[in-house]
């Protein structure tokens, strides 16, 4: 990761981080164990937990806490009271930066830590769900502390989300599964970022690409892009496989589970597990039985078979390992840049959603492009004149 690398030498030179305290809660896996570590290393106090009860690598956090003496607390697979106490147990450092996924550490310092809030100078958020619901924080004027939105950085979700959520994604349905890709019909759930990965590699492997969308533009996009669209009702009734990556509830509930095609696949790679709707699915299912690891057969009340893959939890890290490291380099180059940035732009800051820097996007894209030995060219002074007369060639 040597971009990251890079940044955190830079913050740890800087001595910007020294004895700060900072809770974090995201994906608990090896690239995350890096950012965490880096951090540490540049002088903060860190805590981390998951922000996913299926996302820990049980491996990580053990060396985390033993090898490296950072406080994880995260297991593969805990329940919802486990969950919630180990991100009590990241709040118990009084943190002065949240690193979130999700927004989950934001909710409980809003919501039954408010005597915390007063500590916090500001936070980070990775993914689009956890953005969602700070906009809506910030709309209802609820948001009390600055947090820097790292998702709609360019160098994060036009690589994470598009190559890393497409990749990983697969890599959970391939372990899970061990079914063929080509010649199925596969139906991806939202034309985000995230959903236009997901639509390349399924492409890609040779699958029959249906998109659902309730967004015209990226409706008509995705049809440019080569793929059907069509709603989910009757996609439902082609689908091999349907994963979903909305961001958004009950995407595939019982008004489609009637129609669904014996023997789909359903896997979902947003970030909560309430895409594909388990009480809808559960309402109208006679039987269920673990039919292979992360694998449960759910045999309908009209006869008919689906298989859900990883609980409907995000299937790229609760079967799969997440996105690449050469991916992740880049997402958690711009967390260190953000954290960072609010330390130094702390008085300028309000309590409000930020995009990050476009110098930041640009200083990761310069050292990811030193990193893959990429050069470019550079416009000349009479190209930066031209560009900036706008009388000249008329």
Same mark, same amino acid.
């Given at each position: !990761?040597?971009? *990251?690398?890079?940044?955190?030498?830079?913050i740890?030179?800087?001595? #910007?981080?020294?004895?700060?305290?900072?809770?974090?809660?995201?994906?608990?896996?090896?690239k995350?164990?890096?950012?965490?570590?880096?951090?540490?290393?540049?002088?903060?106090?860190?805590?981390?937990?998951?922000?996913?009860?299926?996302?820990?690598?049980?491996?990580?956090?053990?060396a985390?806490n033993?090898?490296?003496?950072?406080?994880?607390?995260?297991?593969?697979?805990?329940?919802?009271?486990?969950?919630?106490?180990? *991100?009590?147990n990241?709040?118990?450092?009084?943190?002065?930066?949240?690193?979130?996924?999700?927004?989950?550490?934001?909710?409980?310092?809003h919501?039954?830590?408010?005597?915390?809030?007063?500590?916090?100078?500001? /936070?980070?958020?990775?993914?689009?769900?956890?953005?969602?619901?700070?906009?809506?924080?910030?709309?209802?004027?609820?948001?009390?502390?600055?947090?820097?939105?790292?998702?709609?950085?360019? !160098?994060?979700?036009?690589?994470?989300?598009?190559?890393?959520? /497409?990749?990983?994604?697969?890599?959970?349905?391939?372990?899970? #599964?061990?079914?063929?890709?080509?010649?199925?019909?596969?139906?991806?759930?939202?034309?985000?970022?995230?959903?236009?990965?997901?639509?390349? =590699?399924? @492409?890609? *492997?040779?699958?029959?690409?249906?998109?659902?969308?309730?967004d015209?533009?990226?409706?008509?996009?995705?049809?440019?892009?080569?793929?059907?669209?069509?709603?989910?009702?009757?996609?439902?009734?082609?689908?091999?496989?349907?994963? %979903?990556v909305?961001?958004?509830?009950?995407?595939? %509930?019982?008004? &489609?589970?009637?129609?669904?095609?014996?023997?789909?696949?359903?896997?979902?790679?947003? &970030?909560?597990?309430?895409?594909?709707s388990?009480?809808?699915?559960d309402?109208?299912?006679? %039987?269920?039985?673990?039919?292979?690891?992360?694998?449960?057969?759910?045999?309908?009340n009209?006869?008919?078979?689906?298989y859900?893959?990883?609980?409907? =939890?995000?299937?790229? *890290?609760?079967?799969?390992?997440?996105?690449?490291?050469?991916?992740?380099? !880049? %997402?958690?180059?711009?967390?260190? /840049?953000?954290?960072? =940035?609010?330390?130094? &732009?702390?008085?300028?800051? @309000?309590p409000?959603?930020?995009?990050?820097?476009?110098?930041?996007?640009?200083?990761?894209? =310069?050292?990811?492009?030193?990193?893959?030995?990429?050069?470019?060219?550079?416009?000349?002074?009479?190209?930066?004149?031209?560009?900036?007369?706008? @009388?000249?060639?008329t």
């Amino acid at each position: !990761m040597d971009v *990251l690398n890079q940044i955190g030498q830079e913050i740890k030179d800087n001595g #910007t981080l020294d004895g700060l305290k900072i809770g974090m809660a995201l994906h608990v896996e090896a690239k995350t164990g890096i950012l965490a570590l880096t951090l540490q290393e540049a002088g903060a106090k860190v805590r981390l937990a998951s922000c996913n009860p299926l996302s820990t690598d049980d491996s990580v956090a053990l060396a985390l806490n033993e090898e490296y003496g950072l406080e994880t607390y995260a297991k593969k697979g805990e329940d919802r009271d486990e969950y919630y106490s180990n *991100l009590e147990n990241v709040l118990a450092i009084d943190p002065e930066l949240t690193i979130d996924d999700g927004g989950d550490l934001i909710y409980l310092l809003h919501t039954s830590h408010r005597d915390k809030l007063a500590r916090v100078i500001g /936070g980070n958020e990775e993914t689009t769900t956890g953005i969602i619901r700070l906009k809506a924080m910030e709309a209802e004027g609820k948001l009390e502390y600055p947090v820097f939105a790292v998702n709609n950085a360019q !160098m994060k979700y036009l690589f994470d989300n598009r190559y890393g959520t /497409g990749q990983s994604t697969f890599d959970g349905v391939l372990t899970a #599964t061990n079914l063929t890709i080509a010649g199925n019909i596969f139906v991806v759930a939202g034309y985000g970022w995230c959903g236009r990965g997901i639509a390349m =590699r399924a @492409q890609g *492997l040779g699958a029959n690409v249906i998109v659902t969308e309730i967004d015209p533009v990226k409706a008509v996009e995705a049809r440019m892009d080569g793929f059907r669209v069509m709603p989910m009702s009757e996609a439902v009734k082609e689908a091999d496989f349907i994963v %979903s990556v909305t961001g958004c509830k009950d995407v595939v %509930s019982k008004k &489609h589970f009637n129609d669904i095609k014996d023997g789909c696949v359903l896997a979902n790679s947003g &970030h909560f597990d309430n895409e594909i709707s388990k009480a809808d699915l559960d309402e109208i299912t006679v %039987s269920k039985t673990i039919v292979r690891e992360f694998v449960e057969e759910y045999k309908l009340n009209n006869g008919k078979r689906v298989y859900l893959l990883g609980e409907g =939890r995000l299937v790229n *890290l609760a079967v799969g390992q997440g996105h690449p490291v050469e991916i992740m380099d !880049m %997402s958690f180059a711009i967390q260190a /840049g953000c954290a960072e =940035r609010i330390i130094t &732009h702390k008085d300028e800051l @309000q309590p409000k959603v930020y995009d990050v820097p476009s110098d930041m996007d640009e200083k990761v894209a =310069r050292l990811k492009m030193k990193a893959l030995g990429v050069e470019i060219d550079s416009l000349t002074e009479a190209q930066i004149s031209y560009l900036n007369d706008w @009388q000249e060639g008329t």
